[in-house]
Antibody, heavy 121, light 109 residues
Framework: EVQLVQSGAEVKKPGESLKISCKGSGYSFTSYWIGWVRQMPGKGLEWMGIIYPNDSDTRYSPSFQGQVTISADKSISTAYLQWSSLKASDTAMYYC??????????????WGQGSLVTVSS | EIVLTQSPGTLSLSPGERATLSCRASQSVSSTYLAWYQQKPGQAPRLLIHSASSRATGIPDRFSGSGSGTDFTLTISRLEPEDSAVYYCQQYGSSPPWTFGQGTKVEIK
C-alpha cells in the first residue's frame, strides 16, 4: 500500500526556519515524482513544485521559486519542504503527494495527511 | 501559466440527483492532462479522475470525467450524501506550474 506520512504540526515565529518532511513507503521511492501543495486557511489548493527523488530534479512554481526549497533524501525515502525565514503569510496546511504514474506529467495520486504550519509572533 | 476557472462556485442538490461541474482553461490543455480531486473537510484531497476521463483506483463509477481542449466536466451521476465536498480540477499538460481551479463546493440537501 502506498503511504505518505508527513511530519506533525509546527508553530513558529516570523523569521524562523523550518523543514517539514514526507516519508514514502509501499513503493519504489526513487521511481515517482513527489509534489508539494499549499492550502491556506479556508482557501483552495496551490501547486508549489515537484521533485524526482532519484536525481533530485526539481521544478518550482514561479510563485514559490526562491521562497521555499524542495529536497529529497532517497536513502531514507523522504522528501522535504523548507523555509529559511518564515512569514505570517506562510501559515497554511502543506500536503505532499506522489504522482499517480511514473511519468513526469501525471496527476497527484497519493496524498500525505498534511502538515499544518502556523507562523505567529 | 494556464488559469482554470471552475463553475458554479456552489452546487446544492438532493441525493440521487446528477451533478455537473465545469472547468474551463485559459488555453488548451494538451493531451487531456486534466485531473479532478475531491476534498472533504479536514481531509487531504483525493484523486478521482486523471487524463480527463480515467477513474483513479477505487473510485465509484458514478464519477465520470469528459472534455478536451479548454472545456472539461466532472459528472456525478447519482449523488450520495458522502459526495458532499469541494471538487478541484488541475491541469498538468503544460510546463510547470500545474495549476488548480478555485474549486466547486457540492452541498447535499
Amino acid at each position: 500500500e502506498v503511504q505518505l506520512v508527513q511530519s506533525g504540526a509546527e508553530v513558529k515565529k516570523p523569521g524562523e526556519s523550518l523543514k517539514i518532511s514526507c516519508k514514502g513507503s509501499g513503493y519504489s521511492f526513487t521511481s515517482y515524482w513527489i509534489g508539494w501543495v499549499r492550502q491556506m486557511p479556508g482557501k483552495g489548493l496551490e501547486w508549489m513544485g515537484i521533485i524526482y527523488p532519484n536525481d533530485s530534479d526539481t521544478r518550482y512554481s514561479p510563485s514559490f521559486q526562491g521562497q521555499v526549497t524542495i529536497s529529497a533524501d532517497k536513502s531514507i525515502s523522504t522528501a522535504y519542504l523548507q523555509w529559511s525565514s518564515l512569514k505570517a503569510s506562510d501559515t497554511a496546511m502543506y500536503y505532499c503527494a506522489r504522482l499517480y504514474s511514473g511519468s513526469y506529467r501525471s496527476a497527484l495520486g497519493y496524498w500525505g495527511q498534511g502538515s499544518l504550519v502556523t507562523v505567529s509572533s | 501559466e494556464i488559469v482554470l476557472t471552475q463553475s458554479p462556485g456552489t452546487l446544492s442538490l438532493s441525493p440521487g440527483e446528477r451533478a455537473t461541474l465545469s472547468c474551463r482553461a485559459s488555453q488548451s490543455v494538451s493531451s487531456t492532462y486534466l485531473a479532478w480531486y475531491q476534498q472533504k473537510p479536514g481531509q487531504a484531497p483525493r484523486l478521482l479522475i486523471h487524463s480527463a476521463s480515467s477513474r483513479a483506483t477505487g473510485i465509484p463509477d458514478r464519477f465520470s470525467g469528459s472534455g478536451s481542449g479548454t472545456d472539461f466536466t466532472l459528472t456525478i451521476s447519482r449523488l450520495e450524501p458522502e459526495d458532499s465536498a469541494v471538487y478541484y480540477c488541475q491541469q498538468y499538460g503544460s510546463s510547470p506550474p500545474w495549476t488548480f481551479g478555485q474549486g466547486t463546493k457540492v452541498e447535499i440537501k
